[in-house]
T-cell receptor
């Protein structure tokens, strides 16, 4: 049981490049989400999904796309990287949002630098 | 708007002493309050949570208290140990138990345990 797995752990991009941050969980969780963490600002929600085929925007969705074709995977895509997207990105999952148990498991994070 | 304020931003305590971290929230509809511990280079780890119908919850050396009237909740760590050194985040869930309910995170407290 690996929990929530994120890849890569570190990435450097040039402005304008695109890339996909991978997130996978093996706990059969319905709910998955992406956060970014910036110094002094806590965690901010980018996108979330309540099940396969269902995604929605969070607090800071601009510049990011997501899809959820399977229960296990929830990739985050940066279409055209900008320096403002330099951050640490975390994927999280929970069995179900409606039960009140929220963001129970986090991945190890991806540290992204855009130059 | 909705926010969660967390204090202090840094806290240093002698090993064996107690540590207290406080959070206030703005939305009276908040109903679920998790606390996370984040060690260096790792993702946040859910350590304890409390729901709005409970005033206090304990788990070994950690406890959380909730004052709904004052919209205030706190994390208490007793008999602190070196492994308690980490950044701690509080959070509040808004909008009931629907799948679209928001989680707002505090800005974090860096706790250091002095030997």
């Amino acid at each position: 049981n690996a929990g929530v797995t994120q890849t890569p752990k570190f990435q450097v991009l040039k402005t304008g490049q695109s890339m996909t941050l991978q997130c996978a969980q093996d706990m059969n969780h319905e709910y998955m989400s992406w956060y970014r963490q910036d110094p002094g600002m806590g965690l901010r929600l980018i996108h979330y999904s309540v099940g396969a085929g269902i995604t929605d925007q969070g607090e800071v969705p601009n510049g990011y796309n997501v899809s959820r074709s399977t229960t296990e995977d929830f990739p985050l895509r940066l279409l055209s990287a900008a320096p403002s997207q330099t951050s640490v990105y975390f994927c999280a999952s929970s069995l179900s949002r409606t039960g009140g148990n929220t963001e129970a498991f986090f991945g190890q994070g991806t540290r992204l630098t855009v130059v | 708007g909705e926010n969660v304020e967390q204090h202090p931003s840094t806290l240093s305590v002698q090993e064996g002493d107690s540590a207290v971290i406080k959070c206030t929230y703005s939305d009276s509809a908040s109903n679920y309050f998790p606390w996370y511990k984040q060690e260096l280079g790792k993702g946040p780890q859910l350590i304890i949570d409390i729901r709005s119908n409970v005033g206090e919850k304990k788990d070994q050396r950690i406890a959380v208290t909730l004052n709904k009237t004052a919209k205030h909740f706190s994390l208490h760590i007793t008999e602190t140990q070196p492994e308690d050194s980490a950044v701690y985040f509080c959070a509040a869930r808004l909008g009931g138990y629907s799948s679209a309910s928001k989680i707002i995170f505090g800005s974090g407290t860096r706790l250091s345990i002095r030997p």
